[in-house]
Every structure is written in C-alpha cells, then in structure tokens.
C-alpha cells in the first residue's frame, strides 16, 4: 500500500508540476530555503544536464556514423557502430531509471524523494555525457 501511495504522490507531483513552477518563479537555486525549492531546483539541474546529454549524443552518433560510412567502403559486415550507440543508449535509460528509483527509496514516500531522483537523473546524466563526448572525440582526439 505505501507503494501505490508513494506512486499516486509521484504522478501528482509530475502532473503538477507546471503549475508549482509557477508558484516558484523566484526560487533561488543557489540557496533554495524550502523542500519545494530543493525538489525544483533538482529538476532544473537534470534537465540541464539532460540538453548537454543530447548534444553529447548526436555528436557521438555523427562519430559512429562516420565510422560507419568508413568501414562500408570495405566490407558491410564491418557496419554498426550507430545502431550500437542507439542501442545501448536505449538501454541506458531504463538503466538510469531503475537506479534513480532504487536512490529514492532513502526517503521513500517523503517529500525528498523527487529531489533524491531528479539529482540521480542528474548525475548520472553527467556521467553518460561525458562518456558520449569521449565516443563523439574519436580515438585521434
């Protein structure tokens, strides 16, 4: 029951979350005072690093496809890099996820909870970004 709970909460903080970030247009993310603020402020900090990871991201697939594009020229069966990068970031994410949940659970059903996860979110996101940078530098950069 304190699982449906604690999922019920998580919807209805993810649904009202417009409307919080409107309530919150002054928040101060280098001193945040209250929970509310803390949980926001985290949130913002994973969707910046969220738009670094997309960037990362397509600079390595323009990487992996050039591999591609080279390896071609020589036998077919040499291609993949793309659909491997694709591949793996697809299931990185649920990765991600689940460890961001299992996080959450040290304050499991409180309001610190989201800020646990949204700060997961982040620093994991900080992690993979800086592995698809190495990926999109190629092996002579």
Do not use: H
């Not at 509310?36 to 397509?58: G, I, S, V």
């Not at 071609?72 to 990068?85: D, S, W």
């Not at 409180?110 to 996101?125: D, F, N, R, V, W």
């Amino acid at each position: 029951m304190k699982y449906k709970l604690s999922l019920a909460a998580a919807t209805f903080l993810a649904l009202s979350a417009p409307a919080l970030a409107q309530d919150l247009p002054n928040v101060n993310c280098q001193d945040p005072q209250t929970q509310m603020e803390f949980t926001y402020c985290a949130e913002q900090d994973w969707n910046a690093a969220d738009a670094e990871l997309n960037k990362a991201y397509k600079a390595a697939m323009a990487q992996m496809k050039s591999y591609d594009e080279g390896l071609a020229e020589y036998a077919k069966e040499l291609v993949g890099a793309a659909n491997a990068l694709k591949e793996a970031q697809r299931a990185w994410i649920p990765y991600r996820d689940k460890a961001c949940e299992a996080y959450g659970f040290q304050a499991r059903g409180g309001s610190m909870e989201p800020q646990l996860i949204y700060s997961c979110y982040a620093k994991m996101t900080r992690i993979r970004t800086g592995e698809l940078k190495e990926l999109a530098g190629g092996l002579g950069n």
